[in-house]
């Protein structure tokens, strides 16, 4: 009889007080305004953002990740500044995990925002989020985070190690099926006249 694996010793996370950091992570990394072309449709308010720029992140994710074999789980922060581009609020890239099945869990902390989900044959939701809200994602959805607050938006998010993700999908289908827009003091959803459906 083989001898057992050693476990991955157990990790005590805890968000920062701010909603701005995982304490007890081991990865890390940041998107700049820089790093976002051709996110948003209005390029020339792109544009002018972009050269009032001061070098900060516009979104970062913290995470832990002790263990990578089978039925490992990653648990992270995900961090989304406030403001807009245009008239579309700052958002995530978005993707689709590479291996399509696995689900993903995320957990209000801080802020407002709407979790966009884009299934591959036709179906969108833009489900609101806000401290104490969790949006269970199931496999084989298109997902983005975008922040309609006025303040910095916080997630809690936990997904199958293995799960990979998959970024050049939106960004070869045009964008998602649906834009996340400033209606009034609130937000709405339009559809996306660039997408062009989702392709292998």
């Not at 516009?58 to 990578?68: A, H, N, Q």
């Not at 490992?72 to 995990?97: K, P, Q």
């Not at 496999?139 to 809690?156: I, K, Q, Y």
């Not at 199958?160 to 609130?186: F, S």
Request: charged letters at 25%; hydrophobic letters at 35%; proline letters at 6%.
């Amino acid at each position: 009889m083989s001898p057992s694996p050693v476990p991955a010793a157990p990790v005590r996370l805890r968000p920062a007080s701010d909603g701005a950091a995982l304490h007890g992570g081991d990865g890390r990394y940041e998107k700049f305004l820089g790093d976002l072309t051709g996110l948003y449709r209005d390029t020339e308010a792109f544009e002018a953002a972009l050269a009032a720029d001061d070098g900060r992140p516009v979104y970062w994710v913290e995470s832990s990740t002790p263990d990578d074999g089978n039925g490992s789980l990653t648990v992270g922060l995900s961090v989304l500044e406030a403001g807009s581009i245009g008239d579309e609020y700052f958002m995530t890239r978005g993707h689709l995990h590479r291996r399509a099945d696995r689900a993903e869990l995320y957990y209000g902390l801080s802020g407002r925002g709407v979790i966009l989900l884009d299934s591959l044959d036709g179906e969108s939701h833009a489900i609101e989020i806000t401290p104490g809200d969790a949006v269970h994602i199931p496999g084989h959805w298109v997902h983005r985070s975008v922040n309609v607050g006025t303040s910095r938006l916080a997630t809690l998010f936990c997904y199958p190690t293995d799960a990979g993700q998959d970024y050049a999908l939106i960004e070869k289908a045009g964008g998602m099926r649906q834009l996340v827009v400033r209606d009034g003091d609130g937000w709405a959803t339009r559809p996306n006249p660039d997408h062009r459906g989702y392709r292998d």
